[in-house]
Nanobody
């Protein structure tokens, strides 16, 4: 019943900006955790930003450039990315820890490509 949908990826020039969105729906009682991860070709998946208990944590590589935000009513998280460079090129995945009526589970978005190139 739970569905996770990502949007907002694409191709941008170095120094440009891009915003990603991720919406959850379907029988959700509570949102316990939200996070953004990314995986570049030939590299392991890494944490970009996450939040729980109103605390936001960023990877050192994106601090000062990326901003995590959320809309609780829409059950949507966002990632505003500024001053993008080639090292930011990756597939980006959103992640939720959700509380349902009778269970708790982890859910991933489908992944969306962000490419930074001149």
């Amino acid at each position: 019943q739970v569905q996770i949908v990502e949007s907002g990826g694409g191709l941008v020039q170095p120094g440009g900006s891009l915003t990603l969105s991720c919406k959850a729906s379907g029988g959700i009682v509570s949102t316990i955790y939200m996070g953004w991860f990314r995986q570049a070709p030939g590299k392991q998946r890494e944490l970009v930003a996450e939040t729980e208990d109103s605390t936001i944590t960023y990877a050192d590589s994106v601090k000062g450039r990326f901003t995590f935000s959320r809309d609780n009513a829409k059950k949507t998280m966002y990632l505003q990315m500024n001053s993008l460079n080639a090292e930011d090129t990756a597939v980006y995945y959103c992640n939720f820890l959700l509380g349902l009526v009778d269970q708790t589970g982890t859910y991933w978005g489908q992944g969306i490509q962000v490419s930074v190139s001149s």
